[in-house]
């Protein structure tokens, strides 16, 4: 993996929008859901919220997400504002539903 030098880092953020959140009374600023990669969304539905952290709070942030240890409420609260926060509802998809009836030909 390559280093990303102090110069990328600020074009990168330039160019990156965030939503926000808080978590413990503290603001932090979270990628919009269209830019987690798939392996963020398996760290949050496996409880690995410090890795989900890592991959889509902004990496000033993550370590204040780290030191407010905020209980399970607190962090689904948390998530549930920073998808909202970014034009995305949780629990709807994008992708279509599936019907009740069985496509099943007769």
Do not use: C
């Amino acid at each position: 993996m390559s280093q990303t030098t102090p110069a990328q880092s600020q074009e990168n953020e330039a160019t990156e929008t965030y939503g926000t959140a808080a978590l413990a009374g503290t603001d932090l600023r979270v990628k919009p859901v269209g830019q987690w990669r798939p392996s963020y969304l398996r760290a949050l539905r496996a409880g690995d919220y410090d890795g989900w952290a890592a991959g889509v709070l902004h990496e000033d942030d993550v370590e204040k997400f780290l030191d407010a240890d905020a209980t399970f409420d607190e962090i689904n609260e948390f998530v549930t504002d920073a998808m909202e926060s970014t034009g995305e509802t949780p629990g709807k998809s994008g992708g279509s539903s599936t019907s009740r009836r069985s496509t099943r030909k007769r």
